[in-house]
């Protein structure tokens, strides 16, 4: 069965310090990895997209890692700000399309 | 970049009456559109997948008569909710692919949130 697993499920850091969320997939045949932002009340929106020949990939303060051998994917936040407080969703794709969703990572980045 | 265009962002819409939300991509053909349902503190929830010119596949437990789904074109799907119920109340996103390519991925519209009294 394939499954996405987020950890922490939740995390509280002060604005200004660094960050890494997890994410461990079964996915397979695996095709694409994909980081998400979801405000409160909003779609989600791309962080990062990295296929298997990819193993880090940025997006200003977000980097990505992938390890396609031990099927974990980390999202790295630098330098963080309030704006950074949402829920982040690690997605993974098969070959076919079939995309199964994390549970997400609650980011709270206090003052 | 991608854009998808979902309106309306929230509705009210009383018991029994039909709801239909849209989903347009702006600068790009989505051959696949794909609907989601995200109650609160949650995962969003595939109930369906959308192709361009023929009939949706919907997920287990998905009603497919009561949330019609039609992807008339290759820029717009739309997801009617009909005769809705305060249970169905939920927020409804949906997600577009490009026609090609996997530059523009999978690109969510911002939502709509869906209260029935």
């Known amino acids: 069965k394939n499954q996405v697993e987020q950890s922490p499920q939740s995390l509280i850091i002060l604005e200004g310090k660094n960050c890494t969320l997890q994410c461990n997939y079964t996915v397979s045949p695996f095709s694409n990895l994909r980081w998400y932002k979801q405000d409160t009340g909003r779609g989600p929106v791309s962080l990062t997209i990295?296929?298997?020949?990819?193993n880090t990939k940025s997006n200003g303060r977000y980097t990505a890692t992938l390890d396609a051998d031990t099927k974990q994917s980390s999202l790295h936040i630098t330098a963080s700000q309030l704006s950074d407080s949402a829920s982040y969703i690690c997605?993974?794709?098969?070959?076919?399309?079939?995309?199964?969703f994390g549970d997400g990572t609650t980011l709270t980045v206090k003052p | 970049g991608a854009v998808v265009s979902q309106h309306p962002s929230r509705v009210i819409c009383k018991s029994g009456t039909s709801v239909k939300i849209e989903c347009r991509s702006l600068d790009f053909q989505a051959t696949t559109m794909f609907w989601y349902r995200q109650f609160p503190k949650q995962s969003l929830m595939l109930m369906a997948t959308?192709?361009?010119?023929?009939?949706?596949?919907?997920e287990q437990g998905v009603e497919k008569d009561k949330f019609l789904i039609n992807h008339a074109s290759l820029t717009l799907s739309t997801l009617t909710v009909t005769s809705a119920h305060p249970e169905d109340s939920s927020f409804y996103i949906c997600?577009?692919?490009?026609?090609?390519?996997?530059?523009?991925?999978?690109?969510f519209g911002s939502g709509t949130r869906l209260t029935v009294v």
């Open positions: 959308s192709n361009e010119g023929s009939k949706a596949t919907y």
């Open positions: 997605v993974v794709s098969t070959n076919a399309g079939k995309s199964t």
């Open positions: 990295m296929t298997f020949s990819e």
């Open positions: 997600s577009a692919k490009a026609s090609t390519g996997l530059r523009y991925g999978y690109t």
